[in-house]
């Protein structure tokens, strides 16, 4: 139980395009997902909360505008990465908590991960 | 506000051997911990939880950890480790509040 499916896996894309990344939990509902990014080596850094129905929560020093997160369902939540970068290439990953929002006892669980790439 | 420290970045060690992976946090309130386990390309898996109670908690893959509120540590070990181990390994503590905060992670590397 408590599967996490991201896709795509892998993406490289041309720089200035768009990329959108889906986070779907498979068996449970998730009010709330989360969205992180990991450099190579690095532990993964927290970018923003999505909350169902509502807009997303950023963390200090990301840009909004430039990451769209939409959370339109109990199961899906999308993060577009607007005209993209070299910058921007990362490994990312999704999460989703199973349980009630303000139980933090609950453990998230995570997606495999997108590898984009931006030429 | 919350900090993990993973003391050892790398941790080199021969099949068969007993490992211990270290990990230090430091909270102002009650934590819940947890330890993930990333193998190559792939997001997060969960090894094993701390919420309450018993302070010794086992997971998956015969991996255990034990949580000491005094010296406010939650090392993780294994008494026989495998091949299959090799992997980056996360320790993360919650508050209570949605997030989680992450070590910096520890790789193990197991050697024939």
Redesign the interface.
């Known amino acids: 139980g408590a599967v996490v499916s991201q896709h795509p896996s892998w993406v490289i894309c041309k720089s200035g395009t768009s990329v959108k990344i889906e986070c779907r939990s498979l068996d449970f509902q998730a009010t709330t997902m989360f969205w992180y990014r990991q450099f190579p080596k690095q532990s993964l850094m927290l970018m923003a909360t999505s909350n169902e129905g509502s807009k997303a929560t950023y963390e200090q020093g990301v840009e909004k505008d430039k990451f769209l997160i939409n959370h339109a369902s109990l199961t899906l939540s999308t993060l577009t990465v607007t005209s993209a970068h070299p910058e921007d290439s990362s490994f990312y990953i999704c999460s989703a908590r199973d349980g009630d929002l303000f139980r933090g006892n609950q453990p998230q669980h995570f997606g495999d991960g997108t590898r984009l790439s931006i030429l | 506000a919350q900090s993990v420290t993973q003391l050892d970045s790398q941790v080199p060690v021969f099949e068969e051997a007993p490992v211990e992976l270290r990990c230090n946090y430091s909270s102002s309130v009650s934590v ?1 911990l ?1 330890w ?1 386990v990333q193998y190559p ?6 090894l094993l ?1 701390y ?1 309450s109670g018993s302070t010794l908690v086992k997971g998956i893959n015969g991996f255990e950890a034990e949580f000491n509120k005094s010296q406010t540590s939650f090392h993780l070990r294994k008494p026989s480790v495998h091949i299959s181990d090799t992997a980056e390994y ?1 320790c993360a503590v ?7 905060v ?4 520890t ?1 193990l590397t197991i050697n024939p």
């Open positions: 819940y947890f993930y390309n792939q997001g997060l898996q969960l939880k919420l996360f919650s508050e209570g509040a949605q997030k989680l992450f070590g910096q992670g790789r």
